[in-house]
């Protein structure tokens, strides 16, 4: 019954079309969708820091047997939004447990949207394989870790939302000297030019770390070192991150257009990655060691290989996934909560909201779609006991690495 559902999902969500740009030598098949020369591009249909406040409290008065638990865990460093999480189950409990973090980057919101649509599905609907969810996974989610940078403004080539928190460092405000340099990803941002934090890079594996007079030597100069927790944005997600102890992790990210692999010009539209920190790499403090761990690496693997294997059912307009390059970025959430021992999983889904992005309104909803049906299946796995069937190896063996990144042909 399950896999009829599913297929019928994905039939229906066929009905998109790709729009094909003309183009001589086209650097991907399909060949778009892409914005068009003089394309204006609106935003306003992606939710803003408002709406998702509106949203949120809606659904929390509408949802079932008090299934859902909202609480704000932080405020934005600037325009003091408030930020939100959901929670679907307790964090003491032998299920297990899964924490889904969306738009640390503001021009990157479509797994807000994606988030927001299951959240109501798991807080109102009795559809059984929810319930089955309800009853095995504990969930919570971040749905948009950076308001301030979720904020629309005007630009000479239309609307945008920018990558960063919006902050003004100030040494004083940890009581350290008034000279003392800021973290080497404090600057301004590349679309609006208002300085602030890349809060993606704001992390350390020591959850208990507070930027300080004892704690200046640690303010990193280099992406290979890992953050301060210099943003209450940052802070809010580790917050949550502590008192849950997830099993996973998941986060939600946008890249700009790429093919599957140098074999494959498929265009694509989702990259996955299960490790973001290499096997040596080892982060000390306060007499504790902090590494990445085999069981929770495999996990990983399993989980991302459940997503890849999900989105190649059926006719899926969605099959053209591939790996996210290697990297190693203890500094990031993903990296620093792996340290922790929670299993990874990064979305990097197609196209960015800003005026030298990729995608258009159409697009929009298939990506939006394509990380919903990932997540979904995610929960489902886990409540199955259908993730922890699947070889780790496949990971490594199955799943396309290289995707060349390509430009717009207009």
């Given at each position: 019954m399950?896999?009829?559902?599913?297929?019928a999902?994905?039939?229906?969500?066929?009905?998109?079309?790709?729009?094909i740009?003309?183009?001589?030598?086209?650097?991907?098949?399909?060949?778009?969708?892409?914005?068009?020369?003089?394309?204006?591009?609106?935003?306003?249909?992606?939710?803003?820091?408002?709406?998702?406040?509106?949203?949120?409290?809606q659904?929390?008065?509408?949802?079932?047997d008090?299934?859902?638990?909202?609480?704000?865990?932080?405020?934005?460093?600037?325009y003091?939004?408030?930020?939100?999480?959901?929670?679907f189950g307790?964090?003491?409990?032998?299920?297990?447990?899964?924490?889904?973090?969306?738009?640390?980057?503001?021009?990157?919101?479509?797994g807000?949207?994606a988030?927001i649509d299951?959240i109501?599905?798991?807080a109102?609907?009795?559809n059984?394989?929810i319930?089955?969810i309800?009853?095995?996974?504990?969930?919570?989610?971040?749905?948009?870790?950076?308001?301030d940078?979720?904020v629309?403004?005007?630009?000479?080539?239309?609307?945008?939302?920018?990558?960063?928190?919006?902050?003004?460092w100030?040494?004083?405000?940890?009581?350290?000297?008034?000279?003392t340099?800021?973290?080497?990803?404090?600057?301004?941002?590349s679309?609006?030019?208002e300085?602030?934090?890349?809060?993606?890079?704001d992390?350390?594996?020591?959850?208990?770390?507070?930027l300080?007079?004892?704690?200046?030597?640690?303010?990193?100069s280099?992406?290979?070192?890992?953050?301060?927790?210099?943003?209450?944005?940052a802070r809010a997600?580790?917050?949550?991150?502590?008192?849950l102890?997830?099993?996973?992790?998941?986060?939600?990210?946008?890249?700009?257009?790429?093919?599957?692999?140098?074999?494959?010009?498929?265009?694509?539209t989702?990259?996955?990655?299960a490790?973001?920190?290499?096997d040596?790499?080892?982060?000390?403090?306060?007499?504790?060691?902090?590494?990445l761990e085999?069981?929770?690496?495999?996990?990983?693997k399993?989980?991302?290989s459940?997503?890849y294997?999900?989105?190649?059912?059926?006719?899926?307009?969605?099959?053209?996934?591939s790996?996210?390059?290697?990297?190693n970025?203890?500094?990031?959430?993903?990296?620093s909560?792996?340290?922790?021992?929670?299993?990874?999983?990064?979305?990097?889904?197609?196209?960015?909201?800003?005026?030298?992005?990729h995608t258009?309104?159409?697009?929009?909803?298939?990506?939006?779609k394509?990380?919903?049906?990932g997540?979904?299946?995610?929960l489902r796995g886990?409540?199955?006991?259908?993730?922890?069937?699947?070889?780790?190896e496949?990971?490594?063996?199955?799943?396309?690495?290289?995707s060349?990144?390509?430009?717009?042909?207009?």
């Amino acid at each position: 019954m399950r896999k009829t559902a599913f297929s019928a999902l994905l039939t229906f969500l066929l009905l998109f079309s790709f729009s094909i740009s003309a183009f001589a030598e086209p650097q991907s098949k399909p060949n778009g969708p892409w914005i068009q020369p003089n394309q204006e591009v609106k935003l306003e249909s992606l939710m803003s820091p408002e709406q998702l406040e509106e949203k949120l409290h809606q659904i929390n008065e509408r949802a079932r047997d008090g299934r859902m638990d909202l609480e704000v865990v932080g405020h934005s460093a600037t325009y003091e939004y408030p930020i939100y999480a959901v929670k679907f189950g307790e964090a003491d409990t032998d299920n297990p447990k899964v924490f889904i973090q969306t738009q640390i980057h503001g021009d990157e919101q479509l797994g807000t949207e994606a988030s927001i649509d299951l959240i109501q599905q798991l807080a109102m609907s009795n559809n059984k394989d929810i319930v089955e969810i309800l009853d095995n996974v504990t969930v919570w989610f971040i749905p948009m870790l950076n308001p301030d940078g979720a904020v629309i403004f005007d630009t000479p080539n239309g609307q945008s939302k920018q990558r960063q928190n919006i902050q003004t460092w100030d040494p004083a405000e940890y009581g350290l000297d008034e000279g003392t340099s800021a973290p080497w990803y404090y600057r301004p941002d590349s679309v609006s030019g208002e300085m602030g934090f890349d809060v993606n890079r704001d992390f350390h594996p020591h959850l208990d770390l507070e930027l300080s007079p004892e704690t200046a030597d640690l303010i990193p100069s280099v992406s290979s070192q890992p953050g301060v927790f210099a943003t209450p944005e940052a802070r809010a997600s580790r917050d949550v991150f502590a008192e849950l102890q997830p099993d996973l992790f998941i986060d939600h990210h946008h890249r700009y257009s790429n093919v599957v692999s140098e074999e494959d010009d498929s265009l694509n539209t989702l990259q996955v990655i299960a490790q973001v920190v290499n096997d040596d790499t080892m982060v000390s403090y306060d007499g504790v060691d902090y590494q990445l761990e085999e069981d929770s690496l495999n996990l990983s693997k399993q989980v991302n290989s459940l997503v890849y294997q999900s989105l190649q059912k059926g006719n899926s307009p969605f099959s053209a996934v591939s790996r996210y390059p290697e990297v190693n970025l203890p500094g990031t959430a993903l990296g620093s909560y792996s340290m922790n021992g929670a299993a990874i999983m990064l979305y990097e889904t197609r196209g960015q909201q800003h005026p030298y992005g990729h995608t258009g309104q159409k697009a929009n909803g298939q990506y939006t779609k394509q990380s919903y049906i990932g997540l979904y299946e995610t929960l489902r796995g886990f409540a199955t006991g259908e993730v922890y069937e699947i070889d780790p190896e496949f990971y490594d063996e199955e799943i396309p690495y290289g995707s060349p990144s390509i430009g717009r042909p207009n």
